[in-house]
């Protein structure tokens, strides 16, 4: 007995040993792929709550006025918006500005422009019709000015940053119409900075680590908001949290400005349907009534 108690005893230690051990390795291993993912981002966007979002969303104007503001006040200075005209933010498909205001806010921006009937480039002040001028006159001095790394466009920059999100989450939102991926990546880049990279992480010289970075594991762009950088007419809170929920609707207005009408037109189109088939039925019925079959 007292043999099989102590073979018992050993057992126990070395499986206690193995287990201790397989825990360490488990604790090492994870570790490793924290300071070595394999996937981007590294954190999911956070899923936030649009007003633009679902079959009936529509924009907040307030919304996207206040996003132009973050946009022309911190990032113009490096980005473009070379497919959005400043007449477009004009009446209700644009931003709600009047006639007026769209051709005072044109003419604040110069506009390189020409050739004249003598051949020369010459500047001269915006017009409705001109689109918002780009910081940088070429991609290669962009690149220069940014580290190697040219800023994109933000034109489309909402509809062409979407997250793909995995099963069995994208079934779920056939269901739901969710389609605020883009949004979502930007508000949770914007906010992703002052976060610490995980132990044994490289992070490349001139970069800045943001777990919501969907091509590595940092980017060229520091941190670009703080809070009360920009201030607010209306009385918003001036966090980076709201500049960002702010700057992500506004692009996903200038990447989509008809997104409303085409919403209002598919619900036009469900409602014909309904009414087609219920009368298409009884008119079904109403024929072949007499009929015996």
């Not at 001028?133 to 489309?156: I, K, Q, V, W």
């Not at 207005?253 to 036009?268: C, D, F, S, V």
């Amino acid at each position: 007995m007292k043999k099989i108690l102590t073979s018992l005893a050993l057992i126990g230690l070395i499986a206690g040993g193995i287990g201790a051990a397989g825990t360490a390795a488990f604790a090492a291993e994870e570790a490793h792929n924290a300071a070595a993912p394999t996937h981007f981002p590294i954190n999911e966007p956070k899923e936030m709550s649009w007003s633009f979002t679902g079959p009936i969303g529509t924009y907040d104007k307030g919304q996207l006025q206040r996003g132009l503001k973050v946009y022309k006040e911190v990032c113009s200075a490096c980005h473009s918006m070379n497919l959005v005209a400043f007449r477009t933010l004009e009446g209700p498909t644009g931003l709600g500005y009047s006639d007026a205001q769209i051709k005072s806010l044109a003419a604040t921006y110069t506009i390189h422009d020409g050739p004249n009937d003598a051949g020369d480039m010459f500047d001269r002040p915006g017009k409705p019709s001109d689109y918002f001028p780009a910081p940088f006159p070429n991609t290669e001095a962009a690149a220069a000015a940014n580290g190697g790394a040219a800023p994109p466009d933000m034109s489309l920059l909402a509809k062409a940053r979407g997250v793909e999100r995995g099963f069995p989450q994208f079934v779920f939102d056939i269901f739901t119409q969710y389609d605020a991926g883009g949004p979502d990546y930007i508000h949770s880049l914007l906010t992703g900075y002052d976060q610490t990279p995980p132990a044994g992480m490289v992070i490349p010289e001139g970069t800045h680590y943001n777990p919501y970075f969907m091509s590595g594991v940092s980017l060229k762009m520091p941190k670009p908001l703080s809070d009360g950088q920009v201030t607010y007419d209306d009385g918003s809170p001036q966090t980076v949290d709201q500049y960002s929920r702010d700057v992500a609707a506004f692009l996903m207005w200038a990447a989509e400005p008809h997104m409303e009408a085409r919403k209002h037109t598919g619900i036009n189109v469900l409602f014909f349907l309904l009414v087609f088939g219920a009368l298409v039925y009884l008119v079904k019925r109403k024929v072949w009534e007499g009929v015996a079959h």
